[in-house]
């Protein structure tokens, strides 16, 4: 009796991070989505800078914005800031039209922060819907 081997090893790697990638794009895109839904919108260069990038060699998904101003409304700024690292004292500020501002700092809106953990069950969901019958 002989008994002939067969390794498809290589397809189940290929569907699994074929899998994978459409996992990340598709969770990437939500928390995008939700980052942008969550943003206060006066210019809507902050809304608009955010993105997300799947990367397919280390299997990742990365969301964020390259806008200064998008870290201010994520993290706030002055005494407002969520790690308590910001400035102490009141400073002013120039605004696009020219106008002065003195302020304390910016409140934070942690519009990518909350995006995620509005999101965090529906992506889990999905991640066992997409491989939970991997065994």
């Given at each position: 009796?002989s008994?002939?081997?067969?390794n ?28 942008k ?11 608009g ?39 102490k ?21 942690r ?16 991640a ?8």
């Open positions: 009796m008994i002939k081997f067969q498809y090893s290589s397809q189940c790697k290929d569907a699994l991070k074929d899998a994978g990638l459409a996992f990340l794009e598709e969770a990437g895109g939500e928390i995008e989505a939700q980052t839904k969550n943003c206060k919108v006066v210019t809507g260069k902050t809304k800078s955010f993105s997300h990038i799947v990367d397919e060699d280390s299997m990742t998904c990365g969301i964020g914005s390259n806008y200064e101003n998008a870290i201010w409304e994520e993290l706030g700024t002055g005494i407002y800031a969520v790690e308590g690292n910001g400035r004292t009141p400073w002013i500020w120039t605004d696009d039209q020219g106008k002065k501002h003195l302020t304390q700092g910016k409140h934070p809106r519009m990518l922060f909350n995006a995620f953990n509005s999101l965090r069950s529906a992506i889990q969901r999905y066992e819907e997409k491989f939970g019958g991997i065994g």
